[in-house]
């Protein structure tokens, strides 16, 4: 709520003065020595600290779940990535460090063609045994067409909102965010006294990137939000793909663009999915009795963690099994010589079937 004051620096005030009490409690010089004066005369904390009241009142009589980035439920993936938004608002109950996220985009004058794509697709992944966690941001054409065949197929959705939460946009949208709020969840970072800004939807776009192991454009002209979706997980070194379209089509142009400068991998099918991801839906079988084979307990503890997942990465298995990345990275070394696991781009491990 303060002028001035956006993620990556509200989480520098944090790791300085240690808690947000200790921000506002801050004298004026203090504050002044690690941000613009200009900047700290926005705190003005009677002010600011009455908006916050109402903020919360709304909260509490909407059920809306609040997430700061310090806390164990923030998206972890998402808190990998420098502008994370510092507090998500949530309406619903789906979990947010799902194994699998897919983030689905697109254009909003999709075509029957993209619209019949997106539905067969998502239909695909759940015949292939997937219950990944699908996010898009409520909007026309395949953003919306991704939500509601989540919900006839089951799955859960989270629909970013370029909003707050208590103004659904577009307004025709709403009864499907009430069956996303159901099957799902509605999260936003913006606080109810917000503006609607073209901004604000280009700044959602980075929360889809960012909460998915993927984003998949399904069609995009040459220019859009799903392209600008498309860079930011490409920033955050996620991996992207695209459906291909006929040459010449104008809702193919961006993904087509995507695919031939090498930003994104192209898709057809699940299948190509998970070549890509190194996914699978066949439970990983240990043979080789592992009381045979000298584990310390930490070791154990990895194997027990990989060997119901397709692979992981090193940051995740850390968070997971409480071990420090500083002694993590000895423990995987010393399993990859003893042939228990492999290592996998993007840092990532993976257990052998042994």
């Not at 979990?95 to 619209?115: C, D, E, H, M, Q």
């Not at 280009?202 to 498309?230: M, Y």
């Amino acid at each position: 709520m303060i002028a001035g004051i956006g993620g990556i620096t509200a989480k520098k005030l944090m790791s300085i003065f240690g808690s947000p009490q200790a921000i506002f409690d801050a004298p004026q010089a203090k504050l002044n020595q690690n941000i613009s004066s200009n900047i700290a005369k926005n705190f003005n904390r009677n002010e600011i600290l009455k908006q916050a009241e109402k903020e919360l009142e709304f909260i509490k009589s909407n059920n809306i779940k609040v997430l700061f980035y310090t806390d164990d439920d923030y998206p972890y993936k998402l808190n990998q990535c420098d502008d994370a938004p510092v507090v998500l608002f949530v309406k619903g109950a789906t979990n947010l460090n799902n194994s699998k996220i897919i983030s689905i985009v697109g254009t909003r004058n999709a075509s029957n063609y993209g619209l019949s794509l997106c539905k067969k697709f998502i239909a695909e992944l759940v015949e292939n045994g997937y219950r990944p966690l699908i996010v898009s941001g409520l909007a026309y054409g395949i953003d919306i067409c991704a939500h509601t065949s989540a919900l006839a197929c089951g799955l859960d959705t989270v629909a970013v909102m370029g909003t707050a939460l208590n103004k659904i946009y577009p307004a025709s949208h709403g009864s499907i965010a009430k069956q996303i709020e159901r099957q799902g969840a509605l999260i936003s970072e913006f606080t109810t006294g917000s503006v609607i800004v073209p901004g604000n939807f280009v700044s959602r776009n980075r929360i889809i990137a960012g909460l998915a192991d993927v984003t998949i454009i399904v069609e995009s002209s040459k220019k859009g939000g799903a392209l600008v979706t498309a860079d930011i997980a490409n920033s955050y070194s996620r991996d992207v793909m695209a459906f291909p379209g006929r040459v010449g089509d104008e809702h193919s142009q961006g993904c087509n663009q995507l695919i031939k400068s090498n930003k994104a991998a192209l898709i057809e099918s699940v299948k190509d999915l998970e070549y890509q991801m190194n996914w699978t839906t066949k439970p990983k079988t240990i043979q080789k009795e592992l009381e045979f084979i000298h584990l310390t307990k930490p070791e154990l503890e990895i194997i027990n963690f990989l060997k119901n997942k397709d692979s992981e990465n090193i940051d995740v298995i850390s968070q997971q099994t409480g071990i420090p990345l500083s002694e993590l990275s000895a423990f995987l070394l010393n399993m990859e010589f003893q042939g228990l696991i492999s290592v996998l781009p993007g840092n990532s491990y993976t257990v052998k079937r042994l």
